[in-house]
Antibody
Framework: QITLKESGPTLVKPTQTLTLTCTFS??????????VGWIRQPPGKALEWLAL???????RYSPSLKSRLTITKDTSKNQVVLTMTNMDPVDTATYYC?????????????WGQGTLVTVSS | VIWMTQSPSLLSASTGDRVTISCRMS??????LAWYQQKPGKAPELLIY???TLQSGVPSRFSGSGSGTDFTLTISCLQSEDFATYYC?????????FGPGTKVDIK
């Protein structure tokens, strides 16, 4: 059974750096093809794809946010970490991590519950 | 970047209706498209992948079609639990992108 869960601060101040952790079970990020992605959703708005890391440490980012994002993995801990620098109130959103099973299979059948991050002073 | 549009943005329907949601790409993506359903306060749930393959456990009233730039999600007989927002997602090229969503509400 695959599960994912996001953790991190619920409130950050403008200009601070956000660090979110996705802890998962039921799969390994050392398995060929597997990936974990991050997607966010501002309140009342659409989903926005942010970043993705694959089993082989291939990393992909949204071009509009690439300068602010870093995605890393810790295979031994079954965790993926997303950092976002210089947070702004427009970054207020629910952040989700999700599992995908391959480069050509990058749909998301498994999602975490999401974590709401509010950016406010 | 591949841009996506969905239509309509809001669809009012009744239980038992057949509903169709369109997703259009700014460039061809073969069949690299997924559809998700999202209910308020919940994570999205995968309905369809590879444009037309039903995810395990998803009711057969859901179906997907299309390839290239034009795709459709059809719900053959709308049930009460289907009132939700639906998103398409392309995974043909990075950055992967989601459509703006279609909300299906009660007429």
């Amino acid at each position: 059974q695959i599960t994912l869960k996001e953790s991190g601060p619920t409130l950050v101040k403008p200009t601070q750096t956000l660090t979110l952790t996705c802890t998962f079970s039921g799969f390994s990020l050392s398995t060929s093809g597997v990936g974990v992605g991050w997607i966010r959703q501002p309140p009342g708005k659409a989903l926005e794809w942010l970043a993705l890391i694959y089993w082989d440490d291939d990393k992909r980012y949204s071009p509009s946010l690439k300068s602010r994002l870093t995605i890393t993995k810790d295979t031994s801990k079954n965790q993926v970490v997303l950092t976002m620098t210089n947070m702004d109130p427009v970054d207020t959103a629910t952040y989700y991590c999700a599992h995908s099973s391959g480069y050509s299979s990058s749909w998301y059948p498994y999602w975490g519950q999401g974590t709401l991050v509010t950016v406010s002073s | 970047v591949i841009w996506m549009t969905q239509s309509p943005s809001l669809l009012s329907a009744s239980t038992g209706d057949r509903v169709t949601i369109s997703c259009r790409m700014s460039q061809g993506i073969s069949s690299y498209l997924a559809w998700y359903q999202q209910k308020p306060g919940k994570a999205p749930e995968l309905l369809i992948y590879a444009a037309s393959t039903l995810q395990s456990g998803v009711p057969s009233r859901f179906s997907g079609s299309g390839s290239g730039t034009d795709f459709t999600l059809t719900i053959s007989c709308l049930q009460s639990e289907d009132f939700a927002t639906y998103y398409c997602q392309q995974y043909y090229s990075f950055p992967f992108t989601f459509g703006p969503g279609t909300k299906v509400d009660i007429k």
